[in-house]
């Protein structure tokens, strides 16, 4: 398995989340059988706010920061837990 790598910080220096898979299999890259991976995950997103790139933690109050629509930005290792890995083509 491949470090993570950064990619955007548009809505916080965090670890990103989305709500639909069809957007989260963009960032996925196939290996030579043509497998992708993926987590489902369970995220405590608690409560949101609209972030911004310069986000390096969470603002005072909220828990994750968020685009309005399906992406979650997590600012701690204890809000989100890798339920299952699942592997398509």
């Not at 987590?39 to 005072?60: A, E």
């Amino acid at each position: 398995m491949q470090h993570l790598r950064i990619v955007s910080t548009a809505y916080g220096f965090g670890v990103y989340f989305s709500a639909t898979a069809d957007y989260s299999h963009g960032f996925t890259q196939p290996n030579l059988n043509g497998e992708r991976f993926m987590f489902l995950s369970r995220v405590l997103v608690g409560k949101t706010t609209i972030g911004n790139s310069s986000m390096k933690t969470r603002p005072v109050g909220f828990d994750t920061t968020t685009d309005g629509k399906h992406i979650f930005v997590t600012f701690h290792d204890a809000q989100a837990y890798a339920e299952y890995l699942i592997c398509y083509k």
